[in-house]
């Protein structure tokens, strides 16, 4: 979902605000229902076509231990003879081709049908700097990342904390951190490298990508921050008991909890955040799935409930002692409305790129709970650079966040006395307004994206004139 949200945002902007034809191409192995329903043709603006082509069976070559951006690659090589079949297909093969950030793998085909070729990565300009820069550090720190005691070192942006890192950097040994290498090289490639961040936002990282020596001696390509691109509010849907319920709370008193469309939790840690949320006497609304030990995934409810409907991975009685102030969905929550309906004030969640930008365009400060993939840098980013945020103490991939704590920063960034939750408003309040700013016509994103296209045509037009001049 974090990458189909943008993808799809990209789609409809090229399509609606700068006049082109845009063709959507989707690899997947299967879709959940939530992705389906996102990518309903139907739904789709005018001159802008979703082609999901067929799903790719990788199951010979994957085993359980197969890591994420091991998989992705695996995906994207296996997709290529259909990628190829529909491009074919098409009366007028496109000019531009705009890859997902794991799509590099399809670049030769952008090659093969003479259309330039662009990386969309749909995170930050930090984390985008650290994939380009990974092969360097390759070569230059000895050890895992996380045993550094050092942070790393990235020419022109804020350095990596050890800690930080993105998941394929944690095991030099395993095939997932060649890969990110891999990807990193092949950005380089590509006629440009467009962002979902906005010069404001970003302006050290954008400009280290742009101008600092080392820096711009491997990125080579011109880079294109075009965000925030995020989700609409989504349409009216069974979720109105929700939203009445919302409608009757006072204005931002209501803390929304959610991990994204995977981020899980174990059975200890889902008991501790819900004692934490009880003690912080906040009201909330939280989007319960079901624990699992480990990480990631999303499964279904197979345990039983208690009296009350308690869902057994709760405290004994928690709907029934905190049903005048709580909300409890399961599975799947209509986010951007939630976010931004105006009783609430606060997001607790585990800083997936799009949960993070939907949160600042709304002006809700957050509460970070890191979990997975570049998380824990979007994480340090939005405390220490941004100020829109309380991140926790210790990261919860090492240790269990007891109640206290989590009472605590949900009291922190809920109520209006306390030190941190006013400033952290007002600059979520600043970087709404800034982002939408940037978007809209004239704006640093609008213009960013001009200047892709500006710079294709040109592109196309010099390749005809020599293509002529060859004949
Ligand atoms: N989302 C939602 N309802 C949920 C959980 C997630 O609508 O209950 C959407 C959310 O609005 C966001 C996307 O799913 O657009 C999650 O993307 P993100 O990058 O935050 O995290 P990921 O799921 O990729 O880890």
Same mark, same amino acid.
């Given at each position: 979902?974090?990458?189909?949200?943008?993808?799809? +945002?990209?789609?409809?902007?090229?399509?609606?605000?700068?006049?082109?034809?845009?063709?959507?191409?989707?690899?997947?192995?299967?879709?959940?229902?939530?992705?389906?329903?996102?990518?309903?043709?139907?739904?789709?603006?005018?001159?802008?076509?979703?082609?999901?082509? &067929?799903?790719?069976?990788?199951?010979?070559?994957?085993?359980?231990?197969?890591?994420?951006? *091991?998989?992705?690659?695996?995906?994207?090589?296996?997709?290529?003879? !259909?990628? #190829?079949?529909?491009?074919?297909?098409?009366?007028?093969?496109?000019?531009?081709?705009?890859?997902?950030?794991?799509?590099?793998?399809?670049?030769?085909?952008?090659?093969?049908? %003479?259309?330039?070729?662009?990386?969309?990565? *749909?995170?930050?300009?930090?984390?985008?700097?650290?994939?380009?820069?990974?092969?360097?550090?390759?070569?230059?720190? +000895?050890?895992?990342?996380?045993?550094? %005691?050092?942070?790393?070192?990235?020419?022109?942006?804020?350095?990596?904390?050890?800690?930080?890192?993105?998941?394929?950097?944690?095991?030099?040994? @395993?095939?997932?951190?060649?890969?990110?290498?891999?990807?990193?090289?092949?950005?380089?490639?590509?006629?440009?490298?467009?962002?979902?961040?906005?010069?404001?936002?970003?302006?050290? =990282?954008?400009?280290?990508?742009?101008?600092?020596?080392?820096?711009?001696?491997?990125?080579?390509?011109?880079?294109?921050?075009?965000?925030?691109?995020?989700?609409?509010?989504?349409?009216?849907?069974?979720? !109105?008991?929700?939203?009445?319920?919302?409608?009757?709370?006072?204005?931002?008193?209501?803390?929304?909890? =959610?991990?994204?469309?995977?981020?899980?939790?174990?059975? +200890?840690?889902?008991?501790?955040?819900?004692?934490?949320?009880?003690?912080?006497? /906040?009201?909330?609304?939280?989007?319960?799935?079901?624990?699992?030990?480990?990480?990631?995934?999303?499964?279904?409810?197979?345990?039983?409930?208690?009296?009350?409907?308690?869902?057994?991975?709760? &405290?004994?009685?928690?709907?029934?002692?905190?049903?005048?102030?709580?909300?409890?969905?399961?599975?799947?929550?209509? /986010?951007?409305?939630?976010?931004?309906?105006?009783?609430?004030?606060?997001?607790?969640?585990?800083?997936?790129? %799009?949960?993070?930008?939907?949160?600042? =365009?709304?002006?809700?400060?957050?509460?970070?709970?890191?979990?997975?993939?570049?998380?824990?840098? @979007?994480?340090?980013?939005?405390?220490?650079?941004?100020?829109?945020?309380?991140?926790?103490?210790?990261?919860?991939?090492?240790?269990?966040?007891?109640?206290?704590?989590?009472?605590?920063?949900?009291?922190?960034?809920?109520?209006?006395?306390?030190?941190? #939750?006013?400033?952290?408003?007002? #600059?979520?309040?600043?970087?709404? @307004?800034?982002?939408?700013?940037?978007?809209?016509?004239?704006?640093? =994103?609008?213009?960013?994206?001009?200047?892709?296209? %500006?710079?294709?045509? /040109?592109?196309?037009?010099?390749?005809?004139?020599? /293509?002529?001049?060859?004949?």
């Amino acid at each position: 979902m974090g990458h189909l949200v943008p993808v799809l +945002e990209l789609g409809k902007r090229l399509a609606t605000h700068h006049g082109l034809e845009v063709t959507i191409l989707v690899v997947t192995t299967h879709s959940s229902p939530a992705e389906s329903q996102l990518l309903d043709p139907s739904t789709a603006p005018k001159h802008l076509r979703i082609l999901q082509l &067929p799903p790719v069976d990788i199951s010979s070559l994957v085993n359980p231990d197969t890591k994420i951006v *091991t998989l992705l690659a695996i995906i994207m090589r296996q997709a290529r003879p !259909s990628l #190829r079949s529909a491009l074919s297909a098409m009366e007028h093969p496109p000019a531009m081709f705009i890859v997902d950030l794991f799509g590099s793998e399809a670049f030769e085909i952008a090659n093969e049908f %003479n259309m330039s070729k662009y990386v969309f990565v *749909t995170s930050t300009a930090w984390f985008t700097a650290l994939t380009i820069y990974c092969h360097v550090l390759d070569k230059e720190v +000895e050890g895992e990342y996380v045993d550094q %005691n050092e942070p790393l070192r990235l020419p022109g942006c804020k350095p990596v904390r050890p800690e930080d890192v993105v998941d394929p950097m944690l095991d030099r040994t @395993n095939q997932d951190y060649y890969e990110y290498i891999r990807i990193g090289v092949e950005y380089s490639l590509s006629d440009g490298i467009l962002m979902n961040t906005w010069e404001d936002l970003e302006g050290t =990282s954008l400009k280290a990508l742009r101008d600092h020596k080392i820096m711009r001696s491997i990125v080579k390509v011109p880079v294109y921050p075009i965000g925030p691109l995020t989700k609409p509010v989504e349409p009216a849907g069974p979720n !109105s008991e929700l939203l009445e319920w919302l409608d009757k709370q006072p204005s931002e008193s209501v803390i929304y909890v =959610s991990f994204g469309s995977g981020g899980t939790l174990s059975a +200890e840690q889902t008991i501790e955040l819900a004692w934490g949320l009880e003690l912080s006497q /906040q009201r909330f609304v939280w989007v319960l799935r079901p624990p699992i030990e480990g990480h990631g995934g999303s499964s279904f409810f197979t345990s039983g409930s208690g009296p009350d409907g308690t869902p057994d991975c709760l &405290p004994d009685g928690f709907l029934t002692r905190t049903h005048n102030v709580g909300v409890v969905v399961r599975l799947w929550a209509p /986010q951007v409305k939630i976010l931004s309906h105006p009783s609430v004030g606060g997001f607790l969640s585990h800083c997936g790129w %799009n949960s993070t930008l939907e949160s600042l =365009s709304n002006g809700v400060p957050m509460i970070a709970w890191p979990l997975y993939a570049e998380q824990k840098m @979007n994480a340090t980013m939005l405390e220490e650079e941004l100020g829109v945020a309380v991140k926790l103490k210790v990261l919860p991939t090492k240790k269990v966040v007891r109640r206290e704590e989590i009472e605590e920063m949900v009291t922190i960034v809920m109520e209006s006395n306390k030190h941190g #939750r006013k400033e952290m408003k007002e #600059r979520a309040k600043e970087l709404k @307004n800034s982002g939408k700013n940037a978007l809209s016509k004239g704006g640093s =994103s609008y213009k960013s994206m001009c200047e892709v296209i %500006n710079k294709d045509c /040109q592109l196309r037009l010099e390749s005809h004139k020599l /293509q002529a001049l060859q004949q």
